[in-house]
T-cell receptor, first 115, second 110 residues
Framework: SAVISQKPSRDICQRGTSLTIQCQVDSQVTMMFWYRQQPGQSLTLIATANQGSEATYESGFVIDKFPISRPNLTFSTLTVSNMSPEDSSIYLC????????????FGPGTRLTVT | RKEVEQDPGPFNVPEGATVAFNCTYSNSASQSFFWYRQDCRKEPKLLMSVYSSGNEDGRFTAQLNRASQYISLLIRDSKLSDSATYLCVVLSGGSYIPTFGRGTSLIVHP
């Protein structure tokens, strides 16, 4: 497994502002993912962030709204831009480990409230 | 039809009971299957992988039925600490992108 930390753990932000969430892993990993989980819902994949390449976004998510950085094999950031109340959610990063990289290990999440 | 479907529950069972959850998937090319556990206000954590031959880990047994395209999780001798949401996760062959079910809520009461 891996030890994954996220900063901040929670934040309350005003609409129209942006928040950058950091994800730090204690080992080098190729594949990192960013998810959103809204109350009572399952996880929705925002994008896959592999070091050395542009992030790949899922349908409904765009780079202008959720820019991602992946400067090295242990770190990534997700920015939620020009926030609205609909962006209130838990944002989680994860890494893919295991012999065939099919096991996901998650950070503790960032709880975002937009007022 | 959703790719991965679970009965959201909640399943409300007494301590010591045996409880089973099913999860159906729509993509017949799916290759990897997992159960995750998510406690309230916490991140999901890998509970167990699901192998074709079925696998057991203590009180937990996971099985895969490819013909009917579902996986199951059986919990024996339920404990209060088993109360959580159990997420079914499926990966298609050649893909590293998992698909999560909405989760099944389990409440174990004294």
């Amino acid at each position: 497994s891996a030890v994954i930390s996220q900063k901040p753990s929670r934040d309350i932000c005003q609409r129209g502002t942006s928040l950058t969430i950091q994800c730090q892993v204690d080992s080098q990993v190729t594949m990192m993912f960013w998810y959103r989980q809204q109350p009572g819902q399952s996880l929705t994949l925002i994008a896959t962030a592999n070091q050395g390449s542009e992030a790949t976004y899922e349908s409904g998510f765009v780079i202008d709204k959720f820019p991602i950085s992946r400067p090295n094999l242990t770190f990534s950031t997700l920015t939620v831009s020009n926030m609205s109340p609909e962006d209130s959610s838990i944002y989680l990063c994860s890494v893919a480990l295991g012999a065939v990289k099919d096991e996901q290990y998650f950070g503790p999440g960032t709880r975002l409230t937009v007022t | 039809r959703k790719e991965v479907e679970q009965d959201p529950g909640p399943f409300n069972v007494p301590e010591g009971a045996t409880v089973a959850f099913n999860c159906t998937y729509s993509n017949s090319a799916s290759q990897s299957f997992f159960w995750y556990r998510q406690d309230c206000r916490k991140e999901p954590k890998l509970l167990m992988s699901v192998y074709s031959s079925g696998n057991e880990d203590g009180r937990f047994t996971a099985q895969l039925n490819r013909a009917s395209q579902y996986i199951s999780l059986l919990i024996r001798d339920s404990k209060l600490s088993d109360s959580a949401t159990y997420l079914c996760v499926v990966l298609s062959g050649g893909s590293y992108i998992p698909t999560f079910g909405r989760g099944t809520s389990l409440i174990v009461h004294p």
